[in-house]
């Protein structure tokens, strides 16, 4: 039972575009969501995340919006960066006493070509 | 600052031994978190400690078990290891106060079991 869906596996864009990347999920307890990237031979490294109570929070590049009533959430890149290459996952927590205990998605490879 | 590392980076195994992880976590947190990642199955939570309790805990089998030392430090331990448990495990640390404090995750320990 997967409570959270990256339904695209992977997306190619060009250098200075815009990447959107797309996350779906099923549990209506999940109330906080993150955004992580991973580069190869690394652990994941936290990009940005959102509470329920809000529909958008940036961060530089990074935007993340949340469809509370659609039960989906983006992230998007503008502009793209060759750098920004790498696997993107979302995650979400239930809160309350879910210490610790982040559920992810399958990841979306993302290519950026220069 | 010092990020969240992990002993060793890589181990192979034979089934039936058992392996013991560890983690350090950044100077301050006080809560680790475990993941398992393979393929097949993505990053799925295996448990989390605070305080040297632990808090949460995953659906995996009782040959997966943790610890945590009074210095945060966090060891992981897997008996009677079977081929499936070949993976990346990584750990992550927060403060741990709060469930949307982020969680900053270490390289990983990459085990195979042969």
């Known amino acids: 039972d997967q409570q959270v869906k990256q339904n695209s596996p992977s997306l190619s864009v060009q250098e200075g575009r815009i990447s959107i990347l797309n996350c779906d999920y099923t549990?209506?307890?999940?109330?906080?969501f993150l955004w992580y990237k991973k580069y190869p031979a690394e652990g994941p490294t936290f990009l940005i995340s959102?509470?329920?109570?809000?529909d958008k929070n940036e961060d530089g590049r990074f935007t993340v919006f949340l469809n509370k009533s659609a039960k989906h959430l983006s992230l998007h890149i503008v502009p793209s960066q060759p750098g920004d290459s790498a696997v993107y996952f979302c995650?979400?927590?239930?809160?309350?006493?879910?210490?610790?205990?982040?559920?992810f998605g399958q990841g979306t490879i993302l290519t950026v070509h220069p | 600052k010092a990020g969240v590392t992990q002993t060793p980076r890589y181990l192979i195994k034979t089934r039936g031994q058992q392996v013991t992880l560890s983690c350090s976590p950044i100077?301050?947190?006080?809560?680790v978190s475990w993941y398992q990642q393979t393929p097949g199955q993505g990053l799925q939570f295996l448990f989390e400690?605070?305080?040297?309790?632990?808090?949460n805990k995953g659906n995996f089998p009782g040959r997966f078990s943790g610890r945590q030392f009074s210095n945060s430090r966090s060891e992981m331990n897997v008996s009677t290891l079977e081929l499936g448990d070949s993976a990346l495990y990584l750990c992550?640390?927060?403060?741990?106060?709060?469930?949307?404090?982020?969680?900053?995750f270490g390289p990983g320990t990459r085990l195979t079991v042969l």
């Open positions: 100077s301050g947190h006080r809560s």
């Open positions: 549990n209506s307890m999940f109330d906080y």
């Open positions: 400690y605070f305080s040297e309790t632990q808090r």
């Open positions: 959102i509470s329920s109570i809000k």
């Open positions: 992550a640390s927060s403060f741990g106060g709060t469930y949307t404090d982020t969680q900053y």
């Open positions: 995650a979400a927590s239930e809160g309350g006493t879910s210490y610790g205990k982040l559920t």
